[in-house]
């Protein structure tokens, strides 16, 4: 069946970059998708890769997918605090839902 | 509306009781999606309606839980006979659309915390 895997941790210091990684086993999937979850708020979407791509650059988010490995990747650079959240990988195939992994919290020290 | 609206916010309910949550999409989203979160984990998939049909209902846990959408726009979620193990944030969002080949992008609410005592 389909599953999304996670770490769970990530700590960082402010100005570093940051990489979350994620895996996957649905390999019918055709978009891969990271959410942001802050405290208290909804899930934001930040940005989503077509399968067929290896990179996608938005700014200071930079996601790579490998989809041989079934791995995704999304690295923030010059990490703030106020990038502190949850971050979700999810991925969806031909009928619509998506399908979340467990969340990795980052941690931005000062 | 603006964004996904969910009501109540917080739910506090005892066991064996039975619960609604209502979820109000962006006007024009014709997918709609629940998602249940608990503590420290990701969303999971419940049920989604494509217009007034569940196009999936394969996340229901058992059939305590129901949803419906009879007008293609509010949906809510009916949980019988609730457990402690319900307990969680019931998540819901929309889309333009979830069977299109382009990527489904899903906007959501911030979520109905449900308690069972």
């Known amino acids: 069946g389909e599953d999304v895997e996670q770490s769970l941790f990530l700590s960082v210091r402010e100005g570093d970059s940051s990489v979350i990684n994620c895996t996957y086993t649905d390999s019918s999937s055709t978009y891969l998708y990271w959410y942001k979850q802050e405290p208290g708020a909804g899930l934001q979407l930040l940005t989503y890769?077509?399968?067929?791509?290896d990179m996608k650059q938005d700014q200071r988010l930079t996601v790579l997918l490998n989809k041989k490995d079934k791995h995704l990747s999304l690295r923030i650079a010059d990490t703030q605090t106020g990038d502190s959240a949850i971050y979700f990988c999810?991925?969806?195939?031909?009928?619509?839902?998506?399908?979340f992994g467990q969340g990795t919290e980052l941690s931005v020290k000062p | 509306g603006a964004g996904v609206s969910q009501t109540p916010s917080n739910k506090v309910t005892e066991k064996g009781k039975y619960v609604e949550l209502r979820c109000d999409p962006i006007s024009g989203h014709t997918a709609l999606y629940w998602y249940r979160q608990s503590l420290g984990q990701g969303p999971e998939f419940l049920i989604y309606?494509?217009?007034?049909?569940?196009?999936?209902d394969s996340g229901l846990p058992n059939d305590r839980f129901f949803a419906v959408r009879p007008e293609g726009s509010v949906s809510t979620l009916k949980i019988q006979r609730t457990e402690r193990g319900d307990s969680a944030v019931y998540l819901c969002?929309?889309?333009?659309?979830?069977?299109?080949?382009?990527?489904?992008?899903?906007?959501f609410g911030a979520g109905s915390r449900l308690t069972v005592l």
């Open positions: 890769i077509f399968s067929n791509m």
């Open positions: 309606f494509q217009g007034t049909g569940a196009a999936d």
């Open positions: 999810a991925e969806g195939s031909q009928g619509g839902k998506l399908i």
């Open positions: 969002a929309s889309s333009l659309a979830g069977w299109s080949s382009g990527a489904n992008v899903l906007t």
